[in-house]
C-alpha cells in the first residue's frame, strides 16, 4: 500500500551526538532555538524506504575522515563545507559512494544540510574502525 507522510521541523527535535555535546559552540542555541552542531531523524529509513536526516554544523567544526556503508548524497541548505580542496555552497550537491572514506570543514558561517540515503544506515566508520551508531531512530 502507498503511503504519505508529512513530517514538519517541530515533530522531529534536535539531537545532539555524544562526541559533539562535550564541545560549548555545539551545544550554542541557534535563533530557531535549536543547538549549532546537531541532527534530525526527518526519516529514519528502513532496508525497504529511505533515510533522510538534517544535520548543522558550528562555524569551522571538522567532521573527520569516515565511511558509511551506504551510498549518500549531501545537499547544502545554507552555509559552507570544505570538502578537500573544494568549497560548497547553497545548492550544492556531493554525492559519495558506500565505503569511501571522506571529511570535511564547516564554513565561517557553519553549515546546514540535508543527508539522504536510499536505506537506513548507522554505520560511521573511521579508517581501521568499523562501528554501528545508535541514533535512537525508531521506525
Known amino acids: 500500500m ?23 559552540e555545539a551545544r550554542a542555541l541557534l535563533p530557531d532555538g535549536g543547538p549549532a552542531s546537531a541532527y534530525k531523524i526527518r526519516e529514519p529509513g528502513s532496508e525497504a524506504t529511505p533515510q533522510l536526516v538534517e544535520l548543522r554544523m558550528h ?4 567532521v573527520a575522515l569516515h565511511s558509511h556503508d551506504e551510498d549518500e ?3 547544502v541548505l545554507s552555509g559552507e563545507m570544505k ?5 560548497i555552497g547553497p545548492g550544492a550537491s556531493l554525492y559519495i559512494a558506500g565505503g569511501v572514506f571522506y571529511g570535511f570543514i564547516a564554513g565561517p558561517e557553519g553549515v546546514h544540510f540535508l543527508n539522504f540515503r536510499a536505506r537506513d544506515d548507522r554505520s560511521f566508520h573511521l579508517p581501521g574502525k ?9 521506525s
Open 73 to 75: 548524497i549531501i545537499y
Open 83 to 87: 570538502v578537500g580542496a573544494r568549497t
Open 59 to 62: 562555524p569551522h567544526e571538522e
Open 130 to 138: 568499523r562501528q554501528i551508531i545508535d541514533t535512537g531512530a525508531t
Open 2 to 24: 502507498a503511503k504519505v507522510r508529512i513530517t514538519t521541523p517541530e515533530q522531529k527535535p534536535w539531537q545532539i551526538s555524544p562526541v559533539r555535546a562535550e564541545r560549548a
